[in-house]
C-alpha cells in the first residue's frame, strides 16, 4: 500500500494500491464504502482536498482528480515529466500543488 490520505473530517481513509485501486474506508466501522479502479499501476501519490470531495492521483506523466463520493474521474492534468513524487491540496482547496520527477513543482488552480 503505498499511500494513505485521511479526509480532513477524519470519517474516512484513502487507500490506494500498487494494482491503482483506491480504496475509501469508512472510519466509523473500518468497512469499504467504495472502491476506485484506476488505469495506474505502481506506487501512486494521493492527496485529498480539504473538503474530503476530491482526491488526486498521481502517475507518470499526469494527475488525475477523482470525486470522493462516487468514484468518478473529473480531470486529467498533464505533467510530461516521468514520474509524480507528491501532491498536496492548500488550505483552502482551490490550488492544488505536484513535485514531479523534473525536479518542477507544478501548481493548478482548481475550480
Same mark, same amino acid.
Given at each position: 500500500? /503505498?499511500?494513505?490520505?485521511?479526509?480532513?473530517?477524519?470519517?474516512?481513509?484513502?487507500s490506494?494500491?500498487?494494482?491503482?485501486?483506491?480504496?475509501?474506508?469508512?472510519?466509523?466501522?473500518?468497512?469499504?464504502?467504495r $472502491?476506485?479502479?484506476?488505469?495506474?499501476?505502481?506506487?501512486? /501519490?494521493?492527496?485529498?482536498? /480539504?473538503?474530503?470531495?476530491?482526491?488526486?492521483?498521481?502517475?507518470?506523466?499526469?494527475?488525475?482528480?477523482?470525486?470522493?463520493?462516487?468514484?468518478?474521474?473529473?480531470?486529467?492534468? /498533464?505533467?510530461?515529466?516521468?514520474?509524480?513524487?507528491?501532491?498536496?491540496?492548500?488550505?483552502?482547496? $482551490?490550488?492544488?500543488?505536484?513535485?514531479?520527477?523534473?525536479?518542477?513543482?507544478?501548481?493548478?488552480?482548481l475550480?
Amino acid at each position: 500500500m /503505498p499511500a494513505l490520505a485521511f479526509t480532513a473530517d477524519g470519517g474516512c481513509l484513502l487507500s490506494v494500491g500498487y494494482e491503482g485501486s483506491v480504496i475509501v474506508w469508512d472510519r466509523s466501522d473500518w468497512t469499504v464504502a467504495r $472502491r476506485v479502479a484506476t488505469d495506474r499501476r505502481g506506487s501512486l /501519490p494521493l492527496a485529498v482536498a /480539504p473538503n474530503g470531495g476530491l482526491f488526486a492521483l498521481g502517475s507518470e506523466r499526469e494527475v488525475t482528480l477523482w470525486s470522493v463520493e462516487d468514484g468518478v474521474l473529473l480531470e486529467r492534468m /498533464p505533467v510530461g515529466a516521468k514520474g509524480v513524487y507528491g501532491l498536496d491540496f492548500s488550505a483552502t482547496g $482551490r490550488l492544488l500543488a505536484c513535485a514531479a520527477a523534473d525536479g518542477r513543482a507544478r501548481i493548478w488552480e482548481l475550480e
